[in-house]
Each structure stands twice: as C-alpha cells, then as structure tokens.
C-alpha cells in the first residue's frame, strides 16, 4: 500500500491518547453494573484506564458479550487499544444457606461440614467442596468470611463429614467462603464452570485470560495448552492467590505469560505481615522473567462509597508504582461503585506524582540478559536499546514487532522514557497494553528497514510524540520482511 498523510493520522491520531504526560504503570478496571455500558465505558477510557476485566464469577455471557462489543467499539472509533482481560472464577469454596441468615458461634463451639446440600444449623453446615473430608486433615485451620472466623479441623471420616472446632467466633451467615490454607486440596484450578466460561471467551476477541487459585505450573501449562489447542491467541496470567503458589513461585512465572497478585485470598491464607514483603519478591521476580505482574484487591476500596481515597489507601498504590508493578487494579471500586471515574481520576494522579520517584527506586531490580537463553542476542539488543535512550536523553525507543516479544523485554527493563510499539497486529497492540510504559500504534506497511524508520518518525512527530531534533532509539529486525527476532539497532534525530 502507498503511505499517505491522512492514513497515518488516521491510524495515530487518537484523541484518547494520553500524551506526554501519560503515566507508565496501567489501570485495570473491572467492570460491573456501575460501568458496563458504551458511554460509561468510554468515560473510564478518558479517565484512563488501559484494561478492562471481566469478572465471570458474576453476569451471564450476553453481559460480557456486551460488554465486550462497547470495548471493540470504542478501539475502532478512538484508535485506541483498550486490552481485554477475562478473569475465570475458579474453585471458589464457601458454606451453603445458614438458617436465618444467621449462626452465631463462639471458641470452643463444634460444627459439623457436610457435602449434601442442607439448610445449615450447628449440626450440618453445607461445605461446596465435596472432597473436604478425604483431603483435610486433623489440626488444620480452616477459614471463612475472608478471615473472620477462624477454626481448626477436629475430626474427619475422610467420607463426606469435618467436625470443625471454633478458634475465634462470630455469625457466620449464607455462602461466605472458605479458605483452606493448610490443606493440600485436590481440585483442580479449572472447574466445570471455568471450562464452559473458557468455551465462550475462546470465541471473543479476549487478550487475556486470567487463572484463578493457581498452586502449581501445572494448572498454568494446563490452561495454556487449551488456549493454543483452540488456535486464540490469548496470553495466560496466573493469579498468585494460595501460599502454594508462593513456594511454587518460580516455576509458575516462567510459565505464565503474566501474573496477578489478587491480594484478598492471599492475605487471609498467609500471614497477614509476610503479605508487603511478598508483593515486593513477586514483583521484582516478574521483571526479571520479563512477565507484566498486576497488584489487585482493596488498593481504593473506601471509594466505593467515597469521593475520595484514604491516605492508607493513596499509599498503597504508590507503594505498587515504586515496586515496579506493571498495573494497578480496581475490582468494587469500578465494577459496583458510586463513581468510578472519580477512582481512576484519582488513581491516575497518585501514579503520575509517585513516578516522578520511581527510577531511583527500581534500578536495582532490572533484570540482564541471560547469556543461556536461546533468545541472548536479541534480549541484549533490547537491553541495550534501553541503556542507550538513558544515557543519549533520548525521546523514546521504538520498536516493531509481530509477537510482541521485544515490548515484553523492553518494558521488563523500566526505561526511563517512552517505549512506542508498532505492529500490523491488532489483536498484539491491544495485549501489550497492559504492559509498563508501551504506548501502542498500528502500522502494516511492507517497506524497507529505512523507509519503516522515517514511516514511524513521522507518525510519532504528527501525533506530536516527537519534535524536531528529539532523538528516538529505532530497533527492528532485518531485513524487515523476514520478521526476525529484534537485531537491529539505530539512533534517530527527528528532522
């Protein structure tokens, strides 16, 4: 095709795109009743959200599908690549009905889980997980509503009944849920539920597919092995939300295309002040296996309800930020909330002041090229590009890409400039999205290496990402038509 001006204003010039000042760690929204139509969605963009999650522990598929159409929507009329994450259910474990809504229990108290649905009393309590009894063992602590009732197994007919003595009280009311943190569980991380869910999001344009309740590398290689069978090309993100999966920790990164640190379950099985300490190790190990890692759960919780974050709350983000988190989540906050674009408002301001801090903090944790890698050559010139733009003061680094391969590398490197990513593939922009600092342009011209240098020169200068005489560090492959791994590297002066 013939390059014009119109195509590439076309193409770039979105009038979503946050310019200069657009802050490097993403913002994922979930989206629920209070956001989930077309207008309220385009409003969450403008605010700035780069990710939209759907929940399918909630709403049937004509709501995602719906849902879903907004975001396609919204891309094609913005030029905008708002990625899609699906978030599967997974083995969730609670207590059925308790009579009256209401079982209150005090230490010392005695109650009885069973696997038969029964309206719950102190004598027969219904528990979902139906091999409880057989994988339990005696002194294990079992429990519920996220933490409020604590009690120990006192006995087990590795049948189909626990006597569960009670440690600390409370009321125990309907479907709370259950965490099991010293129990070796054999349930697998796909339910029923999650395959038939599964069966849908392979047939939508979904960029990711989220994992819950992952222990082992296993339940990651599983679910990637189904995605790559069904020919979508999904990334998978494992969500690290068990104490076994935190031991495990290594070998589910590398597997994982991505990793999300869904702090709820995960702070009520560890103990609650090895939780900081934890985030921080998940984090610095992502970026060394170049996986865009996600800090989720209460990080604005109070504005569900409130105009304004607390200062806990605005700490806690920040904190995410100078780890180096890739993004940052909003689950109630945006899904059920009073005023979402409040949340992503304020959200948006607290990574932009906690960046201004952010390199000093994060040079330690830069991960290097592995000279054992069978990808060494192209990981150094992707390092390297980085090192160059830090010490010239370059504008950005521009990379063109297929698999999306060197934004992973790049963004895993924590420049300290902008990362502006080019590809012929859509459905790739839109997954690099998530990931720190990449801002994301569609581009599928068939040219030679130095004709595609100035076509992305001129891009970025007519969509005013670049000035004249700023300097941009160009990787690409070549020759270009071969598609080669990153191997390549050129400085540009902007003319």
């Known amino acids: 095709m013939?390059?014009?001006?119109?195509?590439?204003?076309?193409?770039?010039n979105s009038p979503l795109m946050r310019k200069d000042g657009k802050q490097n760690t993403k913002i994922v929204a979930t989206v629920g009743p209070a956001c989930n139509t077309y207008e309220k969605l385009l409003e969450l963009v403008k605010a700035g959200v780069d990710v939209f999650r759907l929940n399918f522990s909630h709403g049937s598929h004509a709501d995602h599908l719906t849902v879903i159409q907004h975001i396609q929507a919204i891309n094609e009329e913005f030029n905008t690549h708002v990625s899609i994450l699906a978030d599967l259910q997974g083995p969730k474990l609670r207590v059925g009905k308790i009579k009256d809504n209401a079982l209150p229990l005090q230490a010392g108290d005695i109650i009885t889980l069973v696997n038969e649905d029964v309206l719950g009393t102190r004598e027969k309590i219904y528990m979902s997980y139906e091999q409880f009894a057989e994988d339990c063992e005696v002194g294990e602590r079992i429990l519920m509503d996220d933490g409020k009732l604590?009690?120990?197994?006192?006995?087990?007919?590795k049948r189909d009944t626990v006597k569960l003595r009670c440690l600390h009280g409370g009321i125990l009311?309907?479907?709370k849920g259950v965490n099991l943190p010293d129990t070796n569980i054999k349930q697998p991380s796909l339910t029923e539920k999650d395959l038939d869910d599964l069966d849908f999001i392979l047939t939508q344009p979904v960029n990711w597919i989220a994992l819950s309740f992952v222990r082992t590398r296993e339940d990651v290689e599983d679910l990637k092995q189904r995605v790559e069978a069904s020919g979508h090309p999904a990334k998978v993100m494992a969500k690290i939300e068990k104490p076994e999966a935190v031991k495990n920790l290594r070998k589910i990164v590398k597997a994982a295309n991505g990793i999300m640190i869904a702090r709820g379950d995960l702070?009520?099985?560890?103990?609650?002040?090895?939780?900081?300490?934890?985030?921080?190790?998940i984090i610095k190990m992502c970026m060394q296996f170049s996986r865009p890692v996600i800090v989720a759960t209460q990080m604005m919780d109070s504005m569900i309800k409130s105009p304004s974050p607390t200062r806990a709350e605005i700490t806690d983000v920040a904190n995410a930020v100078l780890d180096g988190a890739d993004a940052v989540m909003l689950s109630a906050e945006t899904s059920v909330g009073d005023h979402p674009p409040l949340v992503v408002q304020a959200m948006t301001r607290i990574i932009e002041e906690a960046e201004k801090h952010y390199w000093p903090q994060i040079a330690t944790k830069r991960p290097k090229p592995s000279a054992n890698a069978s990808t060494f050559q192209n990981d150094v010139i992707c390092f390297t590009a980085c090192?160059?733009?830090?010490?010239?003061?370059a504008k950005g680094i521009v990379g063109?890409?297929?698999?999306?391969?060197?934004?992973?590398?790049?963004?895993?490197?924590?420049?300290?400039?902008?990362?502006f990513i080019f590809s012929d593939q859509q459905h790739i922009l839109n997954t690099l999205n998530l990931l720190w600092g990449v801002q994301?342009?569609?581009?599928d011209r068939d040219a030679s290496t130095d004709e595609t240098i100035q076509d992305l020169t001129d891009i970025l200068k007519n969509s005013n990402y670049a000035q004249k005489d700023d300097v941009l560090i160009n990787t690409a492959s070549m020759p270009v038509h071969k598609r080669y791994r990153t191997n390549m590297l050129k400085v540009t002066v902007v003319e």
């Open 267 to 281: 702070g009520v099985e560890m103990p609650m002040e090895r939780l900081p300490m934890t985030q921080k190790e």
């Open 400 to 419: 063109l890409t297929v698999s999306g391969y060197s934004a992973f590398k790049m963004s895993s490197f924590r420049p300290n400039s902008h990362i």
């Open 387 to 393: 090192q160059v733009a830090e010490e010239i003061g």
């Open 2 to 12: 013939t390059r014009t001006e119109t195509d590439i204003i076309l193409h770039q």
């Open 440 to 443: 994301c342009f569609y581009y």
């Open 150 to 157: 604590v009690f120990e197994v006192a006995e087990t007919n």
């Open 173 to 175: 009311s309907s479907n």
